[in-house]
């Protein structure tokens, strides 16, 4: 049985490792935060010495919104930095055979570095919004709209970084040397918003009919991605006439139920990760086939579209696309055989999966660039119309930073 002594001298230990972490964290958190917001109170003083308190609190508010990298991208930075730094032991033989030799069951160990994980991001966070809170108050304008704002987006904040943090974790326990592991992460975390914005970007590109994407595809991507979920949040929050709505709550529980489902998932891995993989790309040979797919369909048909954008006005932009298609698939796959073995002649491997792979993403993009499915051609039927519109980019485009809302009244008014 594992003492309470040699529980907390392993966490004292493994915390000291992260103490660079905390540091840079709070210098950056900081000054996108704190500082920015006294520099900005500073300078609307000196442009406008007259300014309403009522108008600066508002400005303060809309400071507050997290649309900055404070917010959203070193949350982020500092989940990524704690799961690679914590679990580092496993990317090293030498240092795998002494953590797992000393008399603590590898549950404990796993739940001592997770938790010093937390404990590092929430003395960062919590520091932060404190001085925030400070630096408001000692301007006079600190207000319990300003201070629920703080409060609010600290909860979210910690909830984002959970979700983050558990899905680098996840990419640690897949990989087996630090360069991977980093590779896995970008992957793990941008994967589904760079999905999202392809898609997008097939509709827009290929479907004269298309103005505006709602397939049931784009729109649930954000629930399985830490990112567009991340995103969807902040452009949920920004429009103010919904932050007193239901959305809001729906992407925190959604962000939980993810960060949840990779927790879970790194546990398992953790149990089931072999000592001897230390060192190699990949701790998992089930994981080689799966990322490959993922990797190569997306990479392929990116290559293929954003090489047709050059010659999207032109005769020969089909060529192009193809053309593209066909270097990008060519590239990803050697690339990645490459990093799965760290051998340059790998690149010649599993090459017969590699031909079903392309295959599976000439069909998808033949069905954008030829309409196999019909999206183009389709007319619902004279008693199924429900509505119609007319769009003209010029005009409409104009018209974008409009909204309706309803005033206090429930009156409807455009407002800018």
Same mark, same amino acid.
């Given at each position: 049985m594992t003492?309470?002594?040699?529980?907390?001298?392993?966490?004292?230990?493994?915390?000291?490792?992260?103490i660079w972490i905390i540091v840079l964290g709070l210098i950056v958190s900081l000054f996108v935060n704190p500082i920015r917001v006294l520099m900005h109170i500073e300078n609307t003083l000196v442009t406008n010495p007259l300014v309403d308190h009522k108008v600066m609190t508002d400005i303060?508010?809309?400071?507050?919104?997290?649309?900055?990298?404070?917010?959203?991208?070193?949350?982020?930075?500092?989940?990524?930095?704690?799961?690679?730094?914590g679990f580092s032991y496993l990317f090293n033989k030498k240092k795998v055979d002494l953590?797992?030799?000393l008399p603590i069951k590898r549950e404990r160990l796993?739940?001592?570095?997770?938790?010093?994980?937390?404990?590092?991001?929430?003395?960062?966070?919590?520091?932060?919004?404190f001085v925030l809170i400070l630096a408001i108050m000692s301007k006079g304008y600190l207000t319990v709209n300003i201070l629920s704002t703080i409060g609010s987006i600290l909860i979210a904040t910690i909830i984002y970084f959970l979700l983050f943090y558990h899905v680098a974790i996840v990419a640690v326990m897949l990989t087996g040397n630090i360069i991977t592991a980093a590779l896995g992460s970008g992957v793990l975390y941008l994967y589904g918003w760079l999905m999202q914005d392809l898609l997008q970007n097939y509709f827009n590109q290929c479907f004269v009919s298309s103005y505006r994407i709602n397939t049931d595809i784009i729109d649930y991507i954000p629930i399985i991605s830490p990112v567009s979920s991340l995103i969807q949040w902040i452009s949920i929050y920004n429009d103010v006439a919904d932050i007193n709505g239901g959305k809001l709550t729906l992407c925190l529980i959604n962000a939980l139920i993810q960060g949840?489902?990779?927790?879970?998932?790194?546990?398992?891995?953790?149990?089931?990760?072999?000592?001897?993989?230390?060192?190699? =790309?990949? *701790?998992?040979?089930?994981?080689?086939?799966?990322?490959?797919? +993922? /990797?190569?369909?997306?990479?392929?048909?990116?290559?293929?579209?954003?090489?047709?954008?050059?010659a999207r006005n032109g005769y020969n932009s089909l060529f192009w696309y193809w053309f593209g298609f066909i270097v990008a698939a060519i590239l990803s796959h050697c690339i990645i055989e490459i990093i799965y073995h760290a051998d340059f002649k790998a690149c010649f491997q599993r090459k017969l999966q590699s031909c079903v792979i392309i =295959?599976? *993403?000439?069909?998808?993009?033949?069905?954008?660039?030829?309409? +196999? /499915?019909g999206y183009d051609r389709y007319l619902p039927d004279e008693n199924q119309v429900e509505y119609c519109s007319v769009n003209f980019d010029n005009i409409n485009s104009e018209l974008e930073p409009y909204k309706i809302k309803e005033d206090e009244s429930g009156k409807k008014v455009l407002q800018y």
């Open positions: 003492s309470k002594a040699l529980f907390f001298k392993l966490m004292k230990e493994d915390f000291k490792k992260k303060i508010f809309y400071d507050l919104l997290p649309y900055n990298v404070g917010m959203s991208v070193v949350p982020a930075v500092i989940a990524f930095l704690l799961a690679i730094v953590y797992h030799s796993f739940l001592i570095i997770y938790l010093n994980g937390i404990i590092s991001f929430l003395i960062v966070s919590v520091i932060t919004s949840v489902i990779a927790l879970i998932v790194a546990i398992i891995l953790y149990k089931k990760r072999e000592s001897e993989v230390a060192g190699k =790309a990949m *701790a998992f040979k089930f994981a080689q086939p799966v990322i490959k797919v +993922l /990797l190569m369909l997306m990479l392929t048909l990116m290559g293929g579209l954003y090489c047709s954008l050059f =295959a599976a *993403a000439a069909l998808i993009g033949s069905c954008f660039q030829y309409d +196999l /499915l």
